[in-house]
């Protein structure tokens, strides 16, 4: 699977039709009072939900289920969302919800106070959420040891390791990555399972050098 990237506002004025166009102006807007009054109304009245997190659920609605998670990333970014409204909305959210949340946290300028909700991406099956999670963010913010984790989920559930983040230059280098790719591809071959193609592309970038390492064949495992 390969990720749709996220349009930009002008793009999406050129794909919507005029009531969609409409519903996101009135949407962006209600974000954008969110972003200036986070306590509600200058007289202090808190709304209970924030119009523009229901409108972050109707997105795919009104907008269409196509271009959901870009009208739902222009709405985190105009409200200049945090880590308690995109926790909430990920948590309440449906999976659609969900992956849009994570592939927003590049631009929301958080640090690395949302890899929780990768880490929680990243536990599920779900191999949208799993593309989403393992994005720029993760590349920038995760461990070296969960990031590890985060290739080799990405190769046991058929997410493409393309999808991961700064990946050739995590990658190299790492021989405990390398370690864990030999060991992973060992156990496949021994339960006649095959090895994912993506699990060599990942292997070669690990060499520090022009020598890349190899993995076991299954003619090396029965010899």
């Avoid at 690395?112 to 994005?135: C, F, H, K, W, Y």
């Avoid at 699990?199 to 520090?208: D, E, F, G, K």
């Avoid at 050098?209 to 495992?221: C, I, K, L, N, R």
């Amino acid at each position: 699977m390969t990720q749709t990237p996220l349009l930009s506002r002008k793009e999406l004025d050129t794909l919507l039709g005029g009531a969609a166009r409409a519903w996101l102006d009135e949407a962006l807007a209600e974000a954008a009072h969110a972003a200036t009054h986070p306590d509600g109304e200058p007289s202090g009245t808190a709304y209970a939900v924030p119009p523009w997190e229901l409108r972050y659920a109707a997105a795919g609605r009104h907008c269409g289920l196509a271009h959901a998670d870009s009208v739902r990333a222009l709405l985190l970014i105009e409200a200049r969302a945090g880590l308690p409204a995109l926790t909430r909305l990920y948590e309440q959210g449906t999976a659609a919800e969900r992956r849009a949340v994570l592939l927003t946290l590049p631009a929301l300028g958080l640090g690395p106070a949302a890899l929780p909700l990768v880490e929680d991406a990243l536990r599920t099956n779900d191999t949208t959420l799993i593309a989403a999670a393992v994005g720029p963010y993760a590349g920038a913010h995760l461990d070296p040891h969960h990031w590890r984790h985060a290739v080799l989920k990405c190769l046991f559930t058929g997410v493409p390791v393309e999808a991961v983040g700064d990946l050739a230059r995590r990658a190299r280098g790492d021989a405990e990555l390398a370690r864990m790719l030999g060991d992973f591809a060992a156990e496949r071959i021994a339960a006649r399972r095959p090895v994912p193609a993506g699990l060599h592309h990942v292997l070669a970038l690990t060499a520090p050098g022009p020598a890349a390492p190899t993995v076991p064949t299954a003619s090396t495992q029965e010899s």
